[in-house]
């Protein structure tokens, strides 16, 4: 059994999708990360990150298997069914080349975006130009990408997975799909996928307030090491506990 440590961001999302999809037995551990629940012992020793999402597989020789890291655990996942990651060498690495993109560009931009766009206390107008425009950028190479192709790697790929989740959200990001028809053809088909729109249906996002906000926003190493240390000492055995 796979044990999948989730809160329906679009990081999340993009690993339930391909649990959904890859038909490997699983369960979902909601970690209302609005709340602090990726603060706990328990969650960091899986995630040291304090991000989610994680996994466990209980199941692995060896194991329990621990992973974070949401592109890392498509990676795992796909090699763990034997589905949508070719193994063909050129095919493996094409489609391996755009799961990193999404992990080191779409993610990272489209999720400043939305910070500046939709949570930012203070509006900052360079910040809302800056990654406004690099998402454009980016979705300007996805759509050249998917000009030939009805996948991102040729074919249903976990790079599909990985980025679609942060599609979704493309009017935070300031975007038209309208702008980008291959995009929005490739959005829709995945869209209408029965595992895609099962996997949407976990969980759901609380709305920012006072209490989400401290503990999304202001970490620090300082802060995180007082938490940590925190979780330490009430996990303390008690005189007299083992």
């Known amino acids: 059994m796979?044990?999948?440590?989730?809160?329906p961001s679009p990081n999340g999302q993009k690993v339930a999708i391909a649990l959904e999809e890859m038909d490997l037995p699983w369960k979902l551990t909601y970690v209302d990360i609005t709340r602090g629940m990726q603060f706990t012992p328990e969650f960091l020793a899986v995630s040291p990150n304090n991000r989610i999402p994680a996994i466990i597989d209980h199941d692995i020789p060896g194991g329990p298997l621990p992973l974070f890291e949401s592109g890392a655990i498509l990676l795992y996942l796909a090699e763990r069914s034997g589905r949508f990651l070719p193994h063909d060498p050129?095919?493996?690495?094409?489609?391996?080349?755009?799961?990193?993109?999404?992990?080191?560009?779409?993610?990272?931009?489209?999720?400043?975006?939305?910070?500046?766009?939709?949570?930012?206390?203070?509006?900052?107008p360079y910040g809302i130009q800056r990654y406004t425009d690099e998402v454009n950028r980016l979705y300007g190479v996805l759509n050249h990408q998917l000009k030939d192709r009805e996948f991102i790697a040729d074919d249903y790929s976990i790079a599909d997975m990985a980025s679609w989740p942060w599609v979704v959200h493309h009017a935070w990001q300031g975007q038209s799909l309208d702008d980008f028809p291959n995009v929005k053809r490739w959005y829709d088909a995945i869209g209408e996928r029965p595992a895609v729109q099962r996997a949407?249906?976990?969980?759901?996002?609380?709305?920012?307030?006072?209490?989400?906000d401290t503990h999304l926003y202001g970490q620090t190493a300082a802060k995180m090491d007082e938490l940590r240390q925190r979780s330490d000492a009430n996990n303390e055995p008690h005189a007299g506990e083992k």
Do not use: C
């Not at 796979?2 to 809160?7: A, K, P, Q, R, S």
């Not at 690495?93 to 910070?115: C, D, I, R």
């Not at 949407?200 to 989400?212: K, N, P, T, Y």
């Open 90 to 124: 050129m095919r493996r690495h094409n489609t391996l080349q755009w799961l990193f993109w999404q992990m080191a560009g779409l993610g990272p931009m489209a999720g400043q975006a939305h910070h500046f766009r939709q949570f930012a206390k203070e509006k900052v």
């Open 200 to 212: 949407m249906l976990h969980g759901r996002v609380r709305h920012s307030d006072a209490i989400g």
């Open 2 to 7: 796979i044990e999948l440590l989730f809160y």
